[in-house]
């Protein structure tokens, strides 16, 4: 069973359609990371979120995170061929809620989107 | 400011040979992490070095091993290498602040035949 239960896994959509991505879990942490992973790239650091019910927003994407802080959403409003890619949520695991390099990644959703 | 570096990007080895991948941090960082990226199992955390000392290892086994230089920048070795060990290996640099944000580097596509 993983940590963290990512939804869709794949999502092949058109230019301008809006969607969003799921991040759940059934535990709770202290702040819950997104990333987005180009191929042939290392993720990339989108937002990170630490309060339960914050919301985060990055031009066209808005970050959410759970009231119960055990489980968060990405948005994407019309969507772009930039947007491709394939979307990561990351929790980190360690005393206090530090890492120490440590992050546990949800298995991912791969975003196509189609002009 | 320069991003994490990985090297080699590519390599090709086979079955039994070993391998020493290498990484150089954003400057300022002193955390350095390892992970192995591969479609079935996602990405997996490897180690984690601060300071020359390792804080923090994954559940591999010992043929995976790393260090860490004074000068921040580290090195991973896998002895023995088996088929499943191809993947990309991802370094990733941060400040070890409290949220964890960590800043990947591309990664080396390790290919075992």
Known sequence: TQLLEQSPQFLSIQEGENLTVYCNSSSVFS????YRQEPGEGPVLL????????VKKLKRLTFQFGDARKDSSLHITAAQPGDTGLYLCAVPL???????GKLTF?????????P | KAGVTQTPRYLIKTRGQQVTLSCSPISGHRSVSWYQQTPGQGLQFLFEYFSETQRNKGNFPGRFSGRQFSNSRSEMNVSTLEL?????????????????????????????L
């Open chain 1, 31 to 34: 702040s819950l990371q997104w």
């Open chain 1, 47 to 54: 937002v990170t979120v630490v309060t339960g019910g914050e």
């Open chain 1, 94 to 100: 360690g005393a206090g809620g530090t890492s120490y």
């Open chain 1, 106 to 114: 949800g298995q991912g959703t791969i975003l196509t989107v189609h």
């Open chain 2, 84 to 112: 499943g060990d191809s993947a990309l290996y991802l370094c990733a640099s941060s400040l070890g602040g409290q949220t964890g944000e960590l800043f990947f580097g591309e990664g080396s596509r390790l290919t075992v």
